[in-house]
């Protein structure tokens, strides 16, 4: 289905076949777009958008490299900035350099790209990891930065603030209008699967469905997240930018969460996997409840906008996505 907004606009998606990236690309096509995928498939495949190859601009490459950082974006009227590196806490807790350092380095280029060829409107993503532990619940969009980024994402923490820092001084100098997004735990059925790497919802998928019991949860198991499915996730910010919005850093996200042990037990009981649980304390829980402040982006997205996937569909979509890869 076309959408006037976007019908024939060249418009360039960084991390164009990741996680988010990939959702984004299916719906841009879908609405008319002449769509450019950047990505240099470290994680991002095209095993999920397989039928789109041939109907976009695919320039591979890496945006380490600044001179191709802004041969990438060229002829684009709208730029999505969504490339990243993002692993579980286990791996970025022992790896914070390496996750600040590629990612501040990949954000400077994206960000000097986008003031060469100056678009009509771009939007980068931030991480609700830029949030301290010690934060309000629900997470307010508008509250300030104080003391240190989420502990366990703390690499990654510093490299998403200065992100934001950076648009809004890009911003001011070249007038270009930057939309910023906060993304709370995201997750879909186009994960690139990383091993031990991987992320929460994938890890535990693939250690229930084979077979281990008692599975056993880092933290207590009471820790507590909001949810949002990478299709919702890519919907929000194409509707952020065709409705102008730009005006302050937002998140995507909403209040409900749900706890680890609750999420452990909706994934046995849709496999029909049953199996004890046991909590490891000795383990990184991350912040205890992250759950989003969701009034601005109600207010920013308009009445009309609704949230497609529930979180049950998500994860049986999930478990599908692990008869797939596995």
């Not at 076949?17 to 002449?34: K, P, Y």
Request: charged residues 20%.
């Amino acid at each position: 289905m076309t959408n006037p907004f976007y019908f024939q606009k060249k418009v360039a998606v960084t991390g164009g076949l990741g996680l988010i990236g990939s959702f984004l690309t299916r719906e841009l096509v879908n609405q008319g777009a002449d769509v450019i995928v950047i990505d240099d498939e470290s994680k991002g495949s095209w095993k999920y958008i397989p039928d789109l190859q041939s109907k976009v601009d695919y320039r591979k490459g890496t945006l380490e490299d600044p001179q191709f950082a802004i041969q990438s974006m060229e002829g684009a009227n709208y730029v999505f900035h969504l490339a990243s590196r993002a692993y579980g806490v286990g791996f970025s807790q022992k790896n914070n350099f390496e996750m600040f350092r590629f990612n501040d380095l990949v954000n400077t280029h994206a960000l000097d790209a986008i003031a060469a060829i100056k678009p009509i409107h771009s939007l980068v993503v931030s991480s609700s990891c830029i949030y301290p532990d010690d934060g309000p619940t629900p997470m307010s969009d508008s509250y300030p930065f104080s003391g240190e980024p989420e502990h366990v994402n703390w690499g990654y923490g510093w490299a998403k603030r200065i992100l934001e820092q950076k648009a809004v001084i890009y911003q001011k100098e070249t007038g270009i209008p930057i939309t910023v997004v906060r993304p709370f735990n995201i997750y879909g059925e186009h994960y690139h699967w990383v091993g031990e790497s991987s992320q929460a919802i994938p890890m535990l998928i693939h250690r229930l469905m084979l077979g281990e019991n008692p599975m056993v949860i880092w933290g207590s198991g009471n820790q507590r997240r909001n949810y949002v499915h990478g299709l919702d996730c890519s919907r929000v910010m194409l509707r952020l930018v065709e409705n102008g919005y730009f005006e302050r850093p937002i998140n995507i996200g909403r209040e409900e969460t749900v706890s680890v042990k609750d999420l452990v037990k909706r994934l046995a009981q849709f496999s029909g996997i049953k199996t004890e649980i046991q909590c490891d304390r000795t383990k990184p829980e991350g912040r205890f409840i992250k759950s989003a402040d969701s009034k601005l982006l109600i207010a920013a997205l308009g009445d009309d906008f609704e949230w497609k996937i529930s979180l049950d569909e998500g994860l049986q979509r999930m478990l599908q996505w692990h008869q797939t890869t596995f």
